[in-house]
């Protein structure tokens, strides 16, 4: 490893990272201008730093380091082992490269939000997902990789894609606690957790409480199998959703008694297992294309079915009024478009919240 090598790595991070930073700054300052400016930065966070963060690790593929360290480390490029150190080492300078580029986003969601959200909270919180989704992906695909070339039969690597994906599910609530900033509840926030989950009959294992921060996020899921249910609360959602935490209580409990997360779950595995016996030529990648075009607006509309059988749930045990009234305050607090979503509502597995209002005051009046 020569210091030409090193020079040249950290310069093209340096320039991409400030690419990245010039042109989500540019895409946010639009995007804040949009009739649902908070709808054009979740699409553009998702969007745009995943294909920002694979394109650098290719670009930091070409150089020199990579394969210098794996030669300095290990005395060779070649194998298992030397494969996932260079990758993981460009892969590192990517995300540095989208880590930066998401800071670009942090003036306009200052702005939509009207929140106090510094550079410092946004990069920590950034690069801590960035790095532990960039180190799952990559030996991941590594591993993936090296079974297709090692001539491993399909069976195998199906059984692998499902054993893995069913495996990344069960522990999906403590892979969780590394990626994010998560404490325990305090005493207090237990016995009140505790006793929410019991009034709306809501089954969990576990609770952690997500620190926010700068975000300022109302929010509560819960992750993981009937192995292990943790519910997750944000201290956003403690602070300023007091009146409601009983109705979206009953709502998170609602959602788990339909199959939604489990069908798109199952969905999505099914769509890697076809999409690997391209791999092995049993299909052709313009059958799997096709397959994806004509197979996933069904999937996102049977998931948007059973989100509203959830609110319909939902209003069961809190009925209309109450129900209405915690999605209000949501779209209020969080400065959320009450549309109907338009055509862009069929490319996803959410439905407006504008849409669920409408529909539950309509049932309302039409009981």
């Given amino acids: 490893m020569n210091f030409a090598d090193i020079a040249v790595f950290v310069i093209v991070v340096l320039f991409l990272s400030g690419c990245a930073a010039i042109g989500f700054w540019l895409v946010g300052a639009v ?39 794996s030669t300095a480390a290990l005395g060779t490029t070649s194998g298992l082992a030397a494969t996932l150190l260079i990758r993981l080492t460009a892969a590192f300078g990517a995300v540095v490269v989208v880590t930066t580029g998401s800071l670009g986003l942090v003036p306009a969601v200052r702005d939509v939000r009207d929140v106090e959200m510094g550079f410092r909270d946004a990069g920590r919180r950034m690069g801590r997902y960035a790095t532990f989704v960039t180190v799952f992906a990559v030996v991941l695909f590594t591993l993936l990789n090296t079974l297709v070339a ?56 576990s609770f952690r409480v997500y620190d926010d921060g700068d975000a300022r996020v109302a929010a509560r899921y819960v992750r993981g ?94 009925g209309v009024a109450m129900l209405v009234d915690a999605l209000e305050h949501t779209v209020e607090f969080h400065g959320l478009d009450e549309s109907k979503g338009g055509i862009r509502t069929l490319f996803s597995p959410q439905v407006p919240v504008g849409r669920r209002i409408e529909r539950l005051r309509r049932q309302a009046n039409e009981a």
């Fill in 31 to 69: 995007a804040k201008r949009l009739p649902n400016p908070l709808g054009a930065l979740g699409v553009v966070t998702y969007v745009g730093l995943i294909p920002t963060g694979l394109i650098s690790t290719f670009v930091l593929l070409v150089t020199d380091f990579p394969a210098a360290v």
């Fill in 225 to 318: 199998s009937t192995f292990h249910r943790r519910l997750v609360v944000t201290q956003t959602f403690f602070d300023a959703f007091d009146e409601h935490q009983y109705s979206f209580f009953v709502l998170t409990a609602s959602r788990l008694r339909v199959p939604r997360l489990e069908f798109l779950f199952g969905y999505l595995v099914g769509l890697l297992v076809f999409a690997a016996l391209a791999l092995f030529d049993l299909v052709s990648l313009g059958v799997v294309l096709v397959v994806v075009l004509v197979s996933a607006p069904v999937a996102l509309a049977v998931a948007r079915r059973l989100l509203l059988r959830a609110d319909d749930k939902a209003v069961e045990r809190v």
């Fill in 150 to 205: 090692n001539s491993i039969s399909p069976l195998t690597v199906v059984v692998g894609i499902v054993v893995s994906a069913f495996g990344l599910w069960v522990v999906s609530p403590f892979l969780e606690l590394v990626s994010k900033d998560m404490r325990p509840p305090t005493e207090t926030e237990r016995e009140r957790l505790e006793s929410l989950c019991i009034d709306a009959n809501l089954d969990v294992d």
